[in-house]
């Protein structure tokens, strides 16, 4: 069994993919596993498929040596969009008009162009052919669908949002299958589909290391991050590439919040240096953090860090609501609605309208940063809202989404070779 895995363009499609790959090679050992991805997640893809590398075969089991699951760059073009902009806001702003909308996307179709064509001509060959391609969505993948498309090789795309990406939106028509981590009847809805696609609900894959913790190992990860174990912990998180809006929110509101909480920022690897002013608000003494204050662009731990937390806030991407909710937390989403689809705002609604997390505008957020401040002290004050907030939010985690998805896969398999 032969299976391309691709992902890429942003931290919350490389996650999923990995867990699947994780389930699939626990469930066939001796399937053959690529992975495509971005020039600029390519690392991150080496490390964590290495930490999941399988033997291929008998010969190499009994040697002991192992084949590690091969990981290729591929190329890809993204197109931008901005979601909900007005003839003012183009006016305003026309110099990211015009380097977004028209420069980098006339960049972004050339780099389609050449993404399809190294597709095509890898998949092209029958010694190299997959039996089935997962798609996790995104820029990444649209290229590589289409060349399946044209070469006839089944693919299975996953949409983790509450509305389609532009990419899978381009690609549903011609999926085997399409899983999703909402209604999978309300979205097959959205969709022009054609044929026979099936359209199954499974729920975004989150790796093993995002579960409930308990109080006790909540004040153990406290403690190791640093912090005083008897204040509670707010966590502001705009993903591994950051988000500018919390972060020069955060700047208004430390000092006020640092009078009765600990706080951790992870400011986002393109975001870091501008806020590096903030560590003078992290003070260690004698080795020892004294100040409550940490901040990091980005944590590799982000499972131990989001599980010491008691307040998080964050951006409103569904691989990260489902990391959060897994782990049980109290959440103040800040979904950011520029993005195409404005998919972040209905993913944030849906969990408001059930009582699963507090959202606040972006906008809202940047004009009046006290008003978030107040949303997190009365979080802060009142351990029963949070807990009401948590239960809320776990209840809608997926159980075994990674192993349903390695499922569809293989019965995508079994039923071409019948």
């Known amino acids: 069994m032969k299976v391309l895995v691709v992902?890429?363009?942003?931290?919350?499609?490389?996650?999923p993919a990995v867990a699947v790959v994780r389930e699939?090679?626990?469930k066939k050992p001796r399937a053959r596993v690529e992975f495509w991805t971005d020039k600029k997640y390519y690392a991150n893809v080496m490390k964590l498929t290495n930490e999941i590398g399988v033997a291929w075969g008998e010969e190499e089991r009994m040697s002991g040596k192992r084949q590690y699951i091969r990981v290729r760059k591929v190329l890809s073009g993204k197109f931008r969009r901005y979601s909900g902009w007005k003839l003012s806001d183009y006016l305003e702003h026309p110099y990211v008009a015009f380097r977004d909308l028209i420069v980098l996307n006339i960049v972004g179709f050339f780099g389609f162009i050449a993404g399809m064509i190294q597709s095509f001509f890898r998949l092209v060959s029958k010694k190299s052919r997959p039996d089935v391609v997962?798609?996790?969505?995104?820029?990444?993948?649209l290229p590589v669908g289409i060349a399946c498309r044209l070469l006839r090789i089944p693919y299975v795309v996953h949409e983790s949002d509450a509305v389609f990406g532009?990419?899978?939106?381009?690609?549903v028509r011609k999926a085997k299958v399409v899983a999703t981590s909402w209604d999978a009847e309300e979205l097959a809805k959205t969709s022009s589909r054609k044929g026979k696609t099936e359209f199954v609900e499974v729920g975004v894959p989150v790796a093993p290391e995002f579960k409930k913790v308990s109080p006790t190992r909540q004040a153990q990860l406290k403690k190791t991050f640093g912090y005083d174990v008897d204040r509670p912990l707010v966590i502001f998180t705009g993903g591994s590439q950051g988000a500018q809006h919390i972060n020069i929110s955060v700047r208004e509101i430390l000092p006020e919040l640092l009078k009765t909480t600990s706080v951790g920022l992870v400011a986002g690897r393109t975001q870091?240096?501008?806020?590096?002013?903030l560590k003078k608000y992290e003070i260690y003494e004698k080795a020892k953090l004294k100040s409550n204050f940490r901040m990091w662009a980005f944590n590799p731990a982000m499972h131990e860090l989001l599980g010491a937390a008691d307040v998080i806030v964050s951006r409103a991407g569904a691989t990260t609501i489902a990391e959060m909710a897994a782990?049980?937390?109290a959440v103040i989403l800040v979904p950011y609605a520029a993005l195409p689809g404005g998919h972040q705002v209905k993913n944030a609604e849906r969990l408001q309208k059930i009582g699963a997390a507090e959202q606040i505008a972006d906008n809202e957020m940047v004009e009046k940063p006290e008003k978030l401040l107040e949303m997190i002290q009365r979080l802060v004050r009142s351990p029963k809202a949070r807990r009401e907030l948590a239960e809320k939010l776990h209840e809608t985690t997926a159980n075994n989404a990674a192993e349903k998805l390695a499922a569809i896969l293989i019965k995508v398999v079994d039923g071409e070779d019948r």
């Open 7 to 15: 992902g890429g363009g942003s931290g919350g499609h490389i996650t």
């Open 24 to 26: 699939l090679l626990r």
């Open 134 to 141: 997962f798609l996790k969505g995104g820029f990444v993948g």
């Open 166 to 171: 532009l990419a899978n939106k381009l690609l």
């Open 272 to 277: 870091y240096e501008e806020m590096i002013d």
């Open 327 to 329: 782990l049980s937390k």
